[in-house]
């Protein structure tokens, strides 16, 4: 039990699964405005640079989970008076579907709910993992 469950928490470990929230956070919170998103974004795009909490593995045309956690991140931001991160985020949600026709995953809009409720982005992974152990122990118990 005590492998598989560490083994399942290193494979989340880093920017391209567990970690994109942290990943998305880290990049969203250092524009002021979603025109310096959008300005800071194409940029990316122009370098090639990988953009964290966009696409996914399974899901081809949208992340069904994305429509719920955008509405929260939301509510959230106008509950903590956010007038840029919100709106940043949203830019950069518009950004990269007019420019590269990817959408967002659960994890972009999970960063910024996840600051809005004064979580530290560095615990952002660790709840992902929280949510988990108990499938992973699940599989583990039935195999």
């Known amino acids: ?3 598989c469950i560490t083994g399942a928490i290193g494979s989340l470990r880093g920017p391209l699964h567990g970690g994109a929230n942290e990943a998305a956070m880290e990049m969203i919170e250092n524009w002021t405005s979603p025109e310096e998103a959008e300005r800071e974004m194409l940029g990316k795009l122009e370098r090639k640079e990988k953009i964290m909490g966009f696409g996914h593995a399974i899901y081809k045309d949208n992340d069904p989970r994305n429509g719920i956690i955008k509405i ?12 840029v991160l919100y709106p940043v985020s949203v830019r950069c949600e518009e950004v990269m579907w007019r420019e590269k026709k990817l959408f ?20 952002f992974t660790p709840i992902f993992v929280m949510s988990r152990v108990t499938g992973w122990a699940a599989h583990v118990m039935e195999q």
């Not at 659960?106 to 615990?123: N, W």
């Open 1 to 3: 039990m005590h492998s």
């Open 104 to 123: 967002c995953n659960a994890d972009f809009f999970h960063a910024s709910a996840y600051h809005f409720m004064d979580i530290a982005t560095k615990l």
């Open 72 to 83: 929260w991140s939301e509510r959230l931001a106008k509950d903590v008076g956010d007038t």
